[in-house]
């Protein structure tokens, strides 16, 4: 990574409608007056670059300028750096004036946000497709029972085989060695072992599964007709069997595995088989989670339970539009539409091909089945639109069908793809604000799909009129794992990892810093953030002040940690208290950093984008980093002093700097070190509040108690949590959205399962006169 | 059939753009390519438990020759088709002959030790290496002229729903079987199913068009642009369903008898079926290769509707002096062979789209066995007869080859679509190449 990355990836907040105040203006030569007035100023000495109401010129500023730097800092920037090609004209208080009008004029821009018709995310519609056709089927008990269930028989199933017991299993990882798994019952040359169960899927993602063994197998996922992975002729010398599927998180997918042992030696040579000729038999199934390396599939995501099948649409969309920082459905194209349209298909294919399942028994589509086929439709109808369907409805949307088609079978499928292609289903709060549209926001903010019966029945029976019914929904729905996936997704956002980056660094530097050690470093910062989603507490500060961290044997190694090389994750703390939470995890310190030495601008602007919310513009040209080599007597510290002392760069990384200079103490994979490049390490950093006040703050911890009690980034915790939660911009729920949100997550101790009932109950009751107008 | 001489041509006739097609006619994009070269298909018959050699090869070698018995139904493609005696299968190592006779047959190579199971022992596994017919369709798939939306059909007629050494004979590679379509319907799913939605999807425009305007009605003028946005690409959705009307009646699938199920006297049907739909796949361009596998190795299907009650396999097994068995085993492949007739009729019938003549002029039929003999399990002499014109083969002859092996017939076919490669399966029975005689 090099700063011209940076400013890559900084250069896409151009498009972040609440872009900075960062601006470069250039100086208008008339002559200064005495006594303008901000406006005036602003007209002579701004307006050409940034536009008559800051709303940006295409040639000099194309952003809005937007004013959340602190008055006096932004007045003191103006002073120093503006106009751009004339620097230092400004008068101290003409500064004061213009900066005063900036923050009035522009910082009220925000709140006119728009709340307009948005459609559904492409996950929003993959996840509503997945539980419309889950809403028909039994769901999968829940309990905290995990592992899976093993039938164990004493030969293979084609000839005799005899059950001779069951047991839970933990995992799906056995060496049964040249023995049996139980030596009174099971003969040790030939048994079969069937193991059946759901796997609980944390995250939506490509998966991918692996099966070793060297015997016969067989391994089903989500559809148990059809295995994914079918190796029950053994042939040569394969022992590993790969296949992938398309999961969706917080939803459970049935699988089994079917293991037989054959000694591929006729009876009467088994017979007379010495013991050390017997050949071995093991079995693991392991899982390629997204972006990670495979693993045992470990036990916490088993249950001994058999999920129903499930829809995972594989139609390819065209992604979401992410220039706010989140996905939003606001814009369409006609690439969409053909997905919708191919999707719809898709659908119903799966419905007619699933008919006697989704429809209790109606195993074909016939006239003498048809009246029941029509109350499904109705009610497949209901639910893909989140509200009961007038008379009149009925009528254009499943009794006209089965008028017109040729059979049953057609009426259904035409059913199927009008609704799947309706406006009511593909966008969000199109019809009323009722209860039911409450009940969608409510399912659409925590889970990224369709209300449940239960919400159905609480909007029917008018309960969700009160904040505290709706409060009440929302806790009950925050307990699903949908809501704990998107929690998940969200922190991943928030620590700008939700793409994982390219970890490759230096083998001369970090010899033993591999593919598999940038894994488990995501792995270990996931079951961190697990414990902040799933955990007992749900204290945000804690993302800071943690001095614990997930090692496993390999992790232990690289980080001076002593424990055995196959050690599971366990939570330690290391370094002698000098850790903090997030900002100090070695894989984000890896991933905000270059391939040999730490990069304080990564670090940096990551903490004022991310954590402090604050928007920075683009550099004005790409920089590569100065290379260790040209000063080889300099810190990296000094190295970035040196290339961005020049006033231009020192308007956003005076500000960046000093906070990615708290974090040296950890080099470039995250190790704690008291020296670099034969220096004592200097992590001394300030920062200027919104307020004005400047705080300091000597290395990580000092920076990330400064942090958690930050109001600013508080705020902008709840802010990005809101968007993420909404896909709506906070702005337009007013002004006193954001405060009142960010306090009572103050009040309540910054509980974030909190916060995210909060934020979904404020969105789903929003008042009547932000909603999508009506007619 | 409509006919056109180029895939320019087809798409103007039917009036319909070639954004449009591939969703319509559930083509490939390329699917109509290639309009100045020779269209050039295979498809690879395969019956079980050998043949009676007294009653299937002709005594004659050369453009003179009688059909006997077994292959008198391919009277009417005498001189389109050519027999090919003395083509052995040398492959040897794992497995009983049945097993190697199938796993090797289109492979040319061994199979891997494994879990299948003749009775206690001969144990084997998968064919080390592809098929011939997937190394074609990957040759006639890599490029833009030759490639097809499925590249290649597999079809099955009775093939039971397990998956072992004697059930497979295609592989993509090495321990990679590919399973045969034995469902008519099924297929019939795969290659048209679209058609039908596309039907459904058509009638569901109007009132969805009459929702998004009754929607649009109430929402204010901000979000109405949006709505508005989308009505215009349902209109061009419906636009392009309506432009494909013609395209449908041009192709339309072939209308298959309902609820015909797999069994054993409903081989005929399930034969006559899978026929149709595979010479519409090879009309309709979908693919350039099929193969068409009857039963399996050691076949017992029960073909009462020839007059025998015992099952094929037992049947095979009876000794050369059991005049009755002999009989049997003649009709049996007789009744074979007419499949292999039939499916040449139904090519020579069927124009070839964009080109000169018939499907048949364009398509070569390979019939074989993985069986020289079912009583003796003999792998040499494995009966090859090839029908039609597509290869550039010179067709109307019976030809004798000194006991060669057959991977350089495999070798030739490749030769013929323009894929020269040096060796096929086992290179110890690639000798000299490709077969000499087939051309000249």
Redesign the interface.
Known sequence: MSIHCTCRSLRASRFVRLAGLWGVFVCNLATAMADETGAQLFARLCASCHGAHGEGTPQEYPQPLSADRPLTDLARFIARAMPADDPGTCRADEAERLAAYIRESFASRTTAA?L??TRLTVGQYRGAVADLMASFRTPLPRDHTRGVLGDYYTMKPDRDNKHVMQRLDPELRFDFGRSSPDPKTIDLHEFTISWEGSLLVPESGEYEFIVRTE??VRFWLNNLKQPLI?A???????GEYRASARLLGGRAYALKLVFSK?S?????VRKKTAPEAIPTASIVLEWTRPHRVSEPVPTRYLVPHRAPESLVVATPFPPDDRSAGYERGT??S?AW??AT?DA??EA??YVMTHLGDLTGGIGEATRETAPQLNTFCRQFVERAFRRPLSDEQAR??VD??FE??PDPS?AV??VV??TL????FLYHD??GNDAYSVASRLSFALWDSLPDAGLLQAAASGQLTSAEHVAAQARRMAADPRAASKLRAFFLQWLKVEHPPDLSKSKAEFPAFDAAAASDLRASLELLLDDQIEGQTSDFRRVFLADELYLNGRLARLYGVDLPGDAPFRKISLDNGRRAGVLTHPYLLAVFAGAESTSPIHRGVFLVRNVLGRSLRPPPDAFAPLSPSLHPDLTTRQRVELQTKAETCQSCHGVINPLGFALEHFDAIGRYREQDRGHAVDAKGTYANRSGDSVTFNGARELAQFLAASNDVHTAFVKQLFHHTTKESIHAYGPQTVTRLTHTFVESGFDVRKLLIEIATASALRPRDVV???? | MTRASSRREFIRDLGLSAAVLPFVLNLSSVGFANPAGRKQRLVIMFSPNGVIPSTFWPDEVGETFTLKESLQPLEPFRNRTLILNGICDKVRGEGDNHMRGMGCLLTGIELFRGSVASGDEFFAGWSRGISIDQEIKNFLQQSPATRTRFGSLEFGVNVPDRADTWTRMVFSGPNKPLTPVSDPYQMLGRLYGRLKNQENMKSVLDPLLDDLRKVSEAVGAEDRKLLEEHATFVRALEQELRESNAAQNALAPPVLEAGVKSTDDNMPKLSKMQIDLLVNSFAADFARVATLQYSHSAGDATMRWLGVEARHHDVSHKPDDDADAQKKLTRINQWYCEQVAYLAKRLADTPEPGGDGSLLDHTLIVWTNELGKGNSHTLDNIPFVLVGNGFNFRMGRSLKYPALPHNRLWMSLAHAVGHEIKRFGNPDYCGEGVLSGLTG
């Open positions: 728009h307009g018709l015997h016969a079918d029950w002729v053994k042939s040569g010398q394969d054959m591929l030696m006729p009876s009467a814009s369409i006609k539409d053909q349209t719809a298909v119903t294919d254009l949307f006209r069908l017109s088609a057609a499928q035409r793809l009008l292609k309706s406006p009511r199109l019809v999508v107008q009506q007619k």
